[in-house]
């Protein structure tokens, strides 16, 4: 047996091999199209690791029986691509397995983007950042772009059995048994990641003692051999700002349960300053006016989970978010100030009104300005009716009220009156 891992070792020898992403290899997906009229074009693949970026490659040219050769954008050099054209010269076409893609600097990039043009190279880059904002548009335009995703509970433990039934690259040469719980375990808490259960269970074989029944494989082997499961965290790719965009999106919609879902999963890649940002502005944004001392509780309790720190900061969090959750919801208040920074971007300002124009300054007076300006405090109520806004936008409406709350509700009262005042 070799020295490389299970997960390389098991990889599939073709495209029928596959065991996910069945949206581009099942029967109509478009690499198997490809595959199957062996018209091949550049691509790139993306998402989290351990997906299959590159067995998907290696399988397309098993299937097509294509040259396939296997480089880094940072650590191959320009020279060692040179020497896949040069075999591409030869062979007639060559599969080039592109690792880490996004790092591609612009020499490397120059020299291969004829041979993408000519057909000679067939790129297949692979990214766990999104290319459409991490690669070059020269490459990008070249290439088409496919995202896989995390492989499910059900293909992690195909791909598990097939390792374990395997005699020439898998484990059945050690003759092990596996208790229900500990491939239970390895499906479920290896987080979509495929090469992270297989190596775990590839461990726990190997370093499991030999009895003459073979090697038997439980739960706590499982749970040694892979620790606290293959969280999925990555503070600067994809995933993690799918899981903050989750978590406002729960809380607005007022599920408690999914964004205790999110916050947990937030809580364990350790971000309590992602977490702290975003519940300040879940406070502001999506309850607002609705109930306007949420703000303060929420900074009180970002400010308690500061002092505390994990583990104990998940318990004013927590609390956070269940207050949140079933606030009532308005966003009246970043409506508002959006529209108002719509129509000054697009050039609606208009000059202040003279009677609003600082009156403290020599000359101020004679120049007409501070003049006609009504002072509310000398008013009943605090309050007189006058033009402030521009004349160009003095109709102009920008708060619109919720009736969400009560509160709300007594603020557009409010606001009813002092609007139907002014346009007296």
Known sequence: MTNEPLAAR????????????????????IIRRMVDTKRLSSMIFYGPPGIGKT????????????????LNAVSNSKK????????AK?????????????RLDKTKQDFLLPHLENGKIVLIGATTSNPYHAINPAIRSRAQ???????????????????????????KSYAPTIDEDALIYFSTQSQGDVRSALNALELAVLSSETSEHGRHI?????????????????????????????????????????????????????????????????????????????GQRTLAAIEAAERLGFPEARIPLSQAVIELCLSPKSNSGITAIDHALSDIRKGYAGQVP???????????????????????????????????????????????PKTTSKSEQQFKQIFDNITQNQQK
């Open 354 to 400: 003279n009677h609003l124009k600082d009156g403290h300054y020599s000359g101020a007076k004679e120049l007409g300005r501070a003049i006609g300006y009504k002072y509310p405090h000398n008013y009943d109520n605090g309050f007189v009716a006058q033009q402030y806004l521009p004349d160009k936008l003095k109709n102009k409406i920008y708060y619109e």
């Open 218 to 294: 439980t739960l706590q082997d499982a749970k040694d051999c892979l620790q606290r499961g293959a969280f999925l965290s990555d503070k600067d790719g994809d995933m993690h700002y799918d899981v903050m965009s989750a978590f406002q999106k729960s809380i607005r919609g007022s599920d408690v349960n999914a964004a205790l879902h999110y916050l947990a999963r937030l809580i364990e890649a350790g971000d309590l300053p992602t977490i702290a940002r975003r519940l300040l502005v879940i406070s502001y944004e999506d309850v607002g006016l609705a109930s306007p001392n949420a």
């Open 10 to 29: 098991m990889r599939p020898n073709n495209i029928d091999e596959i065991i996910s992403q069945q949206h581009l290899v099942g029967s109509r997906g």
């Open 90 to 102: 030869m062979s007639g076409q060559v599969i080039l397995l592109l690792d880490e893609i996004h």
């Open 145 to 171: 772009i496919f995202e896989l995703y995390p492989l499910n509970e059900d293909d992690i433990r195909l791909a598990l059995e097939r390792a374990l039934d395997d005699e020439i690259n898998g484990l």
């Open 80 to 87: 060692d691509m040179q020497m896949v054209v040069e075999e």
């Open 55 to 70: 067995s998907i490659a290696k399988a397309i040219a098993g299937s097509t029986q294509y040259k396939f050769r296997q």
